[in-house]
């Protein structure tokens, strides 16, 4: 089993940063890709930006520039530093990881990965 755990959320002001923490615990060798998500009230989640195993990055269009992504170099903590917040990036902020490794993952961990999540509230 895997478990993803989020922490750093808040309440802030517009212009403020936040930095979001994602710890992997158990069989993290299970898991490859990973990314942030987040769920506005009254909207689907979206995916804000992601790490993939081997080191390549995305984000989603409305955080590029002013969001990061990283991953320790043990991968299995994941950081979302956020700059210059604005009222739309308040959320609930989830990390995901992705099933991949050794056959036996297959049988013990989900193809996907989701922590509890953390919100984030940016007010003007």
């Known amino acids: 089993q895997v478990r993803l755990v989020e922490s750093g959320g808040g309440l802030v002001q517009t212009g403020d940063s936040l930095t979001l923490s994602c710890v992997a615990s158990?069989?993290?060798?299970?898991?490859?890709?990973m990314g942030w998500y987040r769920q506005a009230p009254g909207k689907e989640r979206e995916l804000v930006a992601s790490f993939s195993y081997s080191g390549i990055t995305h984000y989603g269009g409305s955080v590029q520039g002013r969001f990061s992504v990283s991953r320790d170099k043990g991968k299995s903590t994941m950081y979302l530093q956020m700059n210059s917040l604005e009222p739309e990036d308040t959320g609930v902020y989830y990390c995901?990881?992705?099933?991949?490794?050794?056959?036996?993952?297959?049988?013990?961990?989900?193809?996907?990965?989701w922590g509890q999540g953390t919100p984030v509230t940016v007010s003007s």
């Open positions: 158990g069989d993290t060798i299970c898991i490859g890709d």
């Open positions: 995901n990881g992705e099933r991949d490794g050794p056959a036996f993952c297959s049988k013990w961990v989900d193809r996907e990965v």
